[in-house]
């Protein structure tokens, strides 16, 4: 309830009346904007081989150049994208640059992988389809490298028919992830219905598995994933990889790919190209040295 003149004589709102939904609504208005006027950016995360340090691809990670904020994270307006629907343009956009990026990257690369991070409410949408081929067609990117991480509760909570959706995206030759492995209600059922590409570890094991302090039960766990992936032929990515030590683990566990601020944090687009030209040597000084491989 809004009080009546308060101390000052200023109104002031309870949060229960609803200052939450002012800003969100606010941040709608302002995010239907950004969108439009250009201020969505996206950053780089490099992923390379957990064996041989190449570099495998890239993660497209969405900023918000916020005019009043400063560059926001992921974190601070996914969520209201999602609620308002704004996340189908916005999710469009996102998918046209890092398609776009990715083509004018592979220029120079070999192969490399362009992975997108999409939304339940994007895989619901009828056109989404579409908009995934005319991204393809327009960046000239061949479909097999681009890579659509997906979470668990995104294809759980989908309201319509998502294994025919991600049929239909594979179809098309697009590769698919389930992102934040382990977190949510990970069915083993559910993987083999999907028939998903790459599992993508949850940072929160990688994190636990470490040191003595670390829990033996959380490398049971990863070493568990990996079988698990393996046998029913799916690659796995190690995600917030941080320490050498993390990535020894990782490796030895046969892990296929990582991805973490020890290797390379998410970057504007011109930097993040760096990793294109960057030699195997240079890395491993920097990743330290990794068991049985010199
Ligand atoms: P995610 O897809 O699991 O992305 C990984 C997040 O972990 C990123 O945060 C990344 O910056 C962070 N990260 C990477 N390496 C490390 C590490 O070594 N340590 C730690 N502590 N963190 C690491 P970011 O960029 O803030 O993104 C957060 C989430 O927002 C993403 O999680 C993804 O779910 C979502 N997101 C980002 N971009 C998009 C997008 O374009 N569309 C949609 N629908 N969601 C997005
Ligand atoms: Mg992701
Ligand atoms: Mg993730
Ligand atoms: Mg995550």
Not at 162 to 182: K, N, P, Y
Not at 234 to 241: K, S
Not at 257 to 262: D, K
Request: proline share 4%.
């Amino acid at each position: 309830r809004a009080k009546q003149g308060g101390k000052n004589g200023v109104r002031t709102f309870q949060p229960a009346m609803g200052q939450d939904t002012l800003e969100r609504a606010a941040m709608e208005e302002d995010l239907r904007a950004a969108i439009r006027e250009d201020q969505l950016v996206l950053h780089y995360q490099a992923q390379f081989d957990a064996r041989t340090r190449r570099l495998v691809g890239y993660e497209a990670l969405v900023r918000w150049r916020h005019p009043r904020q400063g560059l926001l994270p992921p974190g601070r307006f996914i969520g209201v994208a999602e609620d308002s629907g704004l996340i189908v343009p916005l999710g469009a956009w996102v998918l046209r640059e890092a398609c776009r990026q990715a083509g004018e990257w592979q220029a120079t690369d070999r192969g490399l992988t362009m992975s997108v991070n999409v939304s339940a409410l994007q895989l619901e949408d009828a056109g989404f389809l579409g908009t995934v081929q005319d991204a393809l067609q327009d960046a000239g990117l061949p479909p097999g490298q681009l890579v659509l991480e997906l979470t668990e509760s995104a294809v759980l909570g989908h309201r319509g028919n998502a294994a025919g959706q991600l049929a239909g995206l594979r179809a098309l030759g697009v590769r698919v992830a389930l992102d934040d492995f382990g977190t949510g209600q990970s069915s083993l059922s559910l993987l083999r219905q999907l028939q998903v590409d790459i599992l993508k570890i949850d940072r929160s094991f990688v994190q636990d598995a470490q040191g003595a302090a670390g829990s033996g039960s959380a490398r049971v766990l990863i070493d568990a994933m990996v079988s698990l992936a393996h046998s029913l032929n799916m690659r796995v990515t190690a995600e917030g990889v941080e320490t050498p030590e993390q990535h020894a683990l990782l490796s030895e566990m046969a892990c296929d790919s990582v991805q973490g601020y020890l290797m390379a944090r998410p970057l504007p687009a011109g930097e993040a190209a760096a990793y294109l030209h960057e030699e195997e040597h240079l890395r491993s000084d920097r990743w330290g040295a990794v068991p049985g491989l010199e």
